[in-house]
């Protein structure tokens, strides 16, 4: 399964991609909407897992566009801000259904969430 | 105009006067222009009584004294002369744009608060700290501004008996009645100076709340990649075992770090969206993480737990409710004890007479241990009010209290010290639903392995 995260920490962003790689994923990191924008189009995700408050274009922006292009990639989102909750409860008012993941998140708990999706991936 | 032989001593001065010192309860004592004292005490306060036998206060009489006088060929002044936050306030008076006396009316505390101010106080007048410290309670400190006003009342008092005699009756009214107007401006002074108070602590407390969410997030991606990194040492091949037990020690005081952080910190997360949730599960989840605490501490627990306890609410920030009174509880009893844990339906009987109204949920938490003091308890809500000298923060039972109002609920808390039979009990009503939301804006939670 290919998943591509987006956050603007780096440390985070590498330490998540190492992890994935370890447990058998294809992973890319990218350190802002802008960038994930233009990463999917040689490197098609299966799942995105991004950080919702970023400098620019914040994660629900860029998912949002992501998804219009590749409408089968599942997304899954993660932040430990207040202001999270204004962006999703607006996203989900327009309909947006994707998980919301609390910071910090642990590895097992986020592999184990991809286990569950690998299921469903073509 | 012929001034008046004897400019003091008429019925209608002492009559005035005493009217005077009744209403602004100050010690009123008049001196003439020479200095010497031509009528009073009236209406001695058991402030002025102390420390008149002593006759500390003498010389504090006699400096406003000796200022009121200073200012002869000016206009009528009132001076505020203190000591140790002893105050007299004095004005002088004038007949025919010539000062003729110095009419002193207060005697007062000003801005007492603290022992230590009394201590100095007894030392220098040499009176038992305790018999001054009784006398200060129990009179209320007056504001300095309030002194001034009642010097103001007084030279206006003054000045019509002086001026014309058969009309002073009617000036008296007057100046009683600005006496009143006086005593209603200080006191809504007062309300604006607790106002200002009020705004002030709401200030803090949001910014209180806006420290933490940015603290919050500012933890929350270090601790990410912290967490991350750990996670790929304790699988990497090369560790030995030494090295590795190193690693899973970090990664569990992490694990606690994080929890921390999402328990106490996430509450300034405000969740928008309210979600069904049954109280009695995240209690049952709660009790879990405890149970190693409450063995380790001593505790026996009985719990009275419903099965279905449910409600509208914000999941987490309930959770960090319970896990609070918890945390308190345990903390409570050092030694050990009994706490007693119980989640049911309820409805809100302290607002609400019948069975039948505002249905919901009650948590009631109980423990055996020492008891909240008397002093605090109107306290322990506060913000940065603690009583745990080394870890506390002070914001734990302010955040709780946040959180229940959010949802409409009701705290009410019992406790004594007394020995033997000391404890605390708190219980917090959540109704079913929080009125003030739409409730179209539910949404069920999903769970996250």
Known sequence: ?122 | MKRPESLFSSDLWIQALESYAGSTHLTVRLFDGAGRVVLGPLHPTPLFQLFEERKYVTGLFAECVRQCLAQSGSRPVVIVSQTTGLSVVGTSLQLEGEIVGAAVAGFALLNFSQASEIQILARDSGIRFEQVWQVVREQKPEPRQRLILMGELLQILGDSLLSENHRARQYQDVALKLNEVAIEKDRLHQEFFKQQERLHQVEKMAAAGQLASSLAHEINNPLSSVTNALYLLETHAGLDESARSFVTTAVTELDRVSRIVKQSLSYYQVGTTPLDVDLSVILGELLEIFNAKFRRSGIELKRKVSTRSELVGYPDELRQVIHNLLLNAVEAMPAGGRLGVSVHDSFDWIHHRRKGDLKGVRLTITDSGHGIPRRDRALIFEPFYTTKTEQGTGLGLWVLQGIVAKHEGVISLRSSNRKGRSGTAISIFFPSHIRSLDKSAKLKLDSVA
């Open chain 1, 1 to 122: 399964m290919r998943v591509l995260i987006i956050d603007d920490e780096k440390p985070l962003a590498d330490t998540l991609c190492l992890i994935l790689e370890h447990a058998g994923y294809l992973a890319r990191a990218a350190y802002d909407g802008v960038a994930a924008l233009s990463l999917i189009r040689s490197f098609v995700p299966d799942v995105v897992i991004s950080d919702v408050a970023m400098p620019g274009m914040n994660g629900v922006e860029a998912c949002g566009k992501i998804k219009s292009e590749l409408p089968n990639c599942h997304i899954i989102l993660f932040s430990g801000q207040a202001e999270t909750d204004e962006l999703m409860a607006n996203a989900r008012s327009n309909g947006c259904n994707w998980e919301l993941l609390a910071k910090p998140v642990h590895p097992r708990d986020l592999l184990a969430k991809l286990s569950t999706l690998q299921l469903f991936v073509a």
